[in-house]
């Protein structure tokens, strides 16, 4: 084993002061690249090697993948989601995949199988962004509030938030989903109903972030010399404290939106769901299929339930990416040849 030489102490300094004049020149050359280039995901793209990089683009892929069906699924769907029969022509039952016209086969119930995935991407999408957007609005505003009022208010919404935390996440969800649709399963009843109650479970986690970030954050020198100069509590709020706390809410978000997913699958497959003849939703699809499956008609149950992993195991790969890309001890950084200058023979031996 071959030890290194250590530079001496002047030398040392001087490729110290090199490695610190580099750090600055690629700060001030990402400071003056494009706006485009600097926006979350693809300055997450451009910084990421190796298998951060690899695992970044197979989740946006199945993420773009997933939004750009549930965007263009009158188009991409052969037919609607609730359609039993086209051109007058009953579609059949339990057709088995690569049937001509049923690329996926159907249900005992005659829908196309196919035609049910691709819609139920829709429902998914839909219900995804209401619930994080809405869980997102509500859990930073009382997280933001709490932490910097304080006192007797602080203490009510901890409370709360531990209360409502202390319960199953699912469970909850089913509650709050009886209490609102009432039975009713129409279409946008049934994302709101599920949105809603994916809300209730999603805030109290912002709502602890932003808490634990905006008490420790009031304390810095910076928002007690806003409040010398007589800047207003919402400005300073709003302006000091909400940038520099919402820092570590894209990795929550991404992990929400999979877990969204994943409650609507299970309100679906309990039987809270949305109605086949009112929208298409993977878990109710996956309920149905559970009978299927011991009479050997696997494909019902296979297709939907491979959406369901496809949709949360990309949402979870960007959201994992992004956090370890954001996090210096994580991130894999670039080879480089380090800067240092030569000393002793070597060096002599370069200069010759």
Known sequence: MTLSNPLPPGEENGARDLGLEAEGAQAVDQARRPWYLRLPIVSHLRRSVGLQRLMLVVGLVLVVGLLL?????PLVAPYSYGATSADGASFGTQLPPGTPGHLLGTTV?????????????????????????ASIF????LGLLSGYVGGWLDRVLVMLADAVYAFPSLLL?????????????????????AAISITVVFVPQYFRVIRAEVVRLKAEPFVEAAKVVGT????????????????TLPLIFTLNCSEAILTLAGLGFLGFGIEPTTASEWG????????????????????????IVLAVLGVTL?????????????????RRRAVRPAVGPDAEEARA
């Open 69 to 73: 069906t549930a965007l263009l699924a």
């Open 109 to 133: 119930s005659g829908f196309d199988v196919l035609s049910r995935v691709i819609w139920g991407t829709r429902t998914a999408v839909l219900v995804m962004a209401c619930a994080v957007v």
């Open 138 to 141: 509500v859990g930073v505003a």
């Open 173 to 193: 969800a089913i509650v709050m989903s009886i209490a609102i649709t009432r039975g009713q399963s129409s279409m946008w009843g049934g994302i709101l109903a």
């Open 232 to 247: 207003g509590h919402v400005r300073i709020m709003g302006t000091h404290l909400l940038r520099n706390a919402t820092r």
């Open 284 to 307: 109710y699809d996956l309920n149905r299929a559970m009978a299927d499956a011991t009479s050997g008609i696997w494909w019902t149950g296979l297709f939907p339930g491979l959406a």
């Open 318 to 334: 960007v959201g994992e990416s992004v956090n370890d890309l954001n996090d210096p001890r994580l991130r894999t950084r670039r």
